[in-house]
Each structure stands twice: as C-alpha cells, then as structure tokens.
C-alpha cells in the first residue's frame, strides 16, 4: 500500500548536522500523517516529528529547534534535518505513515526499514 524506505543515517560528532529522507511509494493518498520515530536498544520508541497533510507539524520536546520535519510532495519524499545532534539522539530512525487522522501516536500503519543515526561526544 504504502512503502517506505530510509537513508541518509551515519556517525557524527555532538553538534554535527544529518539529514534523514524517506522516500514514499505507492499510495500516497492513503498517507494522511508522516513521521519520525527512534528508537535506542533497550528503549522504548518515541516519535521524534510528525507532519500531516496540511503541513502542521509535532516535534518531540528534546529535539524542538534543533529537527525539522519537511515534505517535498512531487519528490514523494520526507524529511528530518537534524542540527545540533547530542549523543542522546543515537537511535535507530524510521519513517512511517498512518492513513488517518491523529499524528501524535505510535500507531502509524505503514513503517521503514530505518536508518542508524549514531552521535559521540
């Protein structure tokens, strides 16, 4: 239905810059919500951002001013630009749609494979 597949993942040190993209197939109007979600080992996965399709955005309280999430609908493509990356950011990332309304949830319908983001200090 809706396929999504991540990159852009890598090491870096405390302070550097990523940009995640998550490439969208298939039926994209299906996908009313778009997200990144993290997960640590050991951890429990939080979502990191979320955009729906009106562009309205929700940001995890730890990383508001430093992620931003964007969406280029002719390139069906997402993204997460992460500034001022901590150690604390070190988690696996995926991408994922949900078809309807509500996009501050984990229960999103469709998920990526992710993408490692790994900070040192």
């Known amino acids: 239905q809706v396929h999504l597949v991540e990159s852009g993942g890598g090491s870096v040190q405390a302070g550097g810059s990523l940009r995640l993209s998550c490439a969208v197939s298939?039926?994209?109007?299906?996908?009313?919500?778009m997200g990144w979600f993290r997960q640590a080992p050991g951890k429990e996965r939080e979502g990191v951002a979320t955009?729906?399709?009106?562009?309205?955005?929700n940001y995890l309280d730890s990383v508001k001013g430093r992620f931003t999430i964007s969406k280029d609908n002719a390139a069906n493509t997402l993204y997460l630009q992460m500034n001022g990356l901590k150690p604390e950011d070190t988690a696996m990332y995926y991408c994922?749609?949900?078809?309807?309304?509500?996009?501050?949830?984990?229960?999103?319908?469709?998920w990526g494979q992710g993408t490692q983001v790994t900070v040192s200090s």
């Open positions: 298939g039926n994209t109007y299906i996908s009313y919500c």
């Open positions: 955009i729906d399709s009106t562009g309205s955005t």
């Open positions: 994922a749609a949900k078809r309807w309304l509500g996009c501050w949830t984990l229960l999103y319908n469709y």
